[in-house]
């Protein structure tokens, strides 16, 4: 026997529910926007349907211009406040001293350290005091994703983490967004489908998976910067999908 695919609008009304859900349950509840493709269909969802949901980012200095431009335009086109977060300036010096500007080019061990600096150690202050975070992780985005759970506990950080378009595909996203007007980052236009720090994300060859322009020097296994780390084999999921923790 078998089953038609769940069709876009679906997948819609689904992620809007788990959203009103995690509004509704676990306040204070945030979205974590790097203003990807993902990240801009949930933005729209929660303010197109006003939900009680913080919006943040981390700004770590090295982000494209594009990306810059497109914080802007969204928080004009949907008057939202967007709480953006920085690294530390000490840390950051002294690494930059001592390292280089461009470190992260010479070692896994230097560019997660460079991650860990601009990235993991922002997002802990970002999460701090809140009930549950929200990501645009999808399965299909990579092979260090291709368990994401709709619903998990983040241990790391103490609270429950969910992916509501974990199982929407690329096509579905497009979809959305251009259906419902959304802004998006013009990188992506020009063969950039994951939009990282700029001397750290490079267009995309035919055939290519969708984070291949990330950290493109690095074997696949090692493409996350630790904020979507997998620190355990416990998950709770509200699908039949592998479960696991990020």
């Known amino acids: 026997m078998s089953f038609a695919a769940p069709t876009l609008e679906i997948r819609i009304a689904d992620a809007l529910a788990l959203l009103d859900k995690i509004a509704?349950?676990?306040a204070p509840a945030a979205l974590a926007s790097s203003f990807g493709a993902e990240d801009m269909v949930l933005i729209d969802l929660i303010a197109r349907h006003t939900l009680p949901i913080g919006i943040f980012s981390l700004d770590t200095g090295r982000l494209p211009g594009?990306?810059?431009?497109?914080?802007?335009r969204t928080r004009e086109q949907y008057a939202l406040p967007i709480d953006i977060y920085y690294p530390e300036r000490q840390p950051l010096e002294t690494?930059?001293?001592n390292k280089g500007i461009n470190a992260f080019y010479r070692s896994v061990d230097l560019r997660q350290a460079c991650c860990a600096i601009r990235k993991t150690e922002p997002l802990a202050r970002a999460l701090?005091?809140?009930g549950a975070w929200i990501t645009g992780l999808r399965r299909a985005q990579s092979p260090t994703r291709s368990a994401v759970a709709i619903e998990e506990f983040d241990r790391a950080h103490g609270l429950p983490k969910f992916n509501p378009l974990a199982d929407w595909s690329e096509g579905e996203v497009w979809a959305y967004?251009?259906?419902?007007?959304v802004?998006?980052?013009r990188l992506h236009d020009v063969g950039y489908p994951s939009i990282g720090c700029a001397p750290c994300t490079r267009a995309t060859e035919p055939g290519e998976d969708i984070r291949a322009g990330r950290w493109w020097w690095e074997h696949a296994e090692h493409k996350e910067c630790g904020l979507?780390?997998?620190?355990?084999?416990?998950a709770t999921s509200n699908t039949a999908a592998p479960e696991m923790i990020r």
């Open 177 to 181: 967004i251009r259906s419902h007007g």
């Open 128 to 130: 701090a005091g809140k």
């Open 66 to 72: 594009d990306t810059y431009a497109l914080i802007e």
């Open 183 to 185: 802004p998006y980052n």
């Open 95 to 97: 690494f930059v001293r």
């Open 228 to 234: 979507h780390r997998r620190l355990t084999n416990e």
């Open 24 to 26: 509704t349950c676990h």
